[in-house]
Nanobody, 115 residues
Framework: QVQLVESGGGLVQAGGSLRLSCAASGSLFSINVMGWYRQAPGKQREWVATITSAVYTNYASSVKGRFTISSDNAKNTVYLQMNSLKPEDTGVYYC?????????WGQGTQVTVSS
């Protein structure tokens, strides 16, 4: 059984910052990729950022330069530092972990950016 627990969402004004965390536990074996996705109301879930081997990062063009993904492999935790937030960043943010045990999703955390 694998559990992903997200935290750090909330309400923030445009231009503000939030830091999301996602702690993974359970029968993960070896983690390959950790990432964040988001889903805005009425839209499909979209990829935000991924980190591989705790080093290699990739970002969606809409967040590049504003968001930073990082991970602490010793804690099986992935973070998403979000700066210069915009109203269009509003949505439910989900973490995803791909390990030798498969692909796993968190329950989501709400991020709301007011204008």
């Amino acid at each position: 059984q694998v559990q992903l627990v997200e935290s750090g969402g909330g309400l923030v004004q445009a231009g503000g910052s939030l830091r999301l965390s996602c702690a993974a536990s359970g029968s993960l074996f070896s983690i390959n990729v950790m990432g964040w996705y988001r889903q805005a109301p009425g839209k499909q879930r979209e990829w935000v950022a991924t980190i591989t081997s705790a080093v290699y990062t990739n970002y969606a063009s809409s967040v590049k330069g504003r968001f930073t993904i990082s991970s602490d492999n010793a804690k099986n935790t992935v973070y998403l530092q979000m700066n210069s937030l915009k109203p269009e960043d509003t949505g439910v943010y989900y973490c995803n972990v791909i390990s030798t045990a498969g692909s796993h999703w968190g329950q989501g955390t709400q991020v709301t950016v007011s204008s």
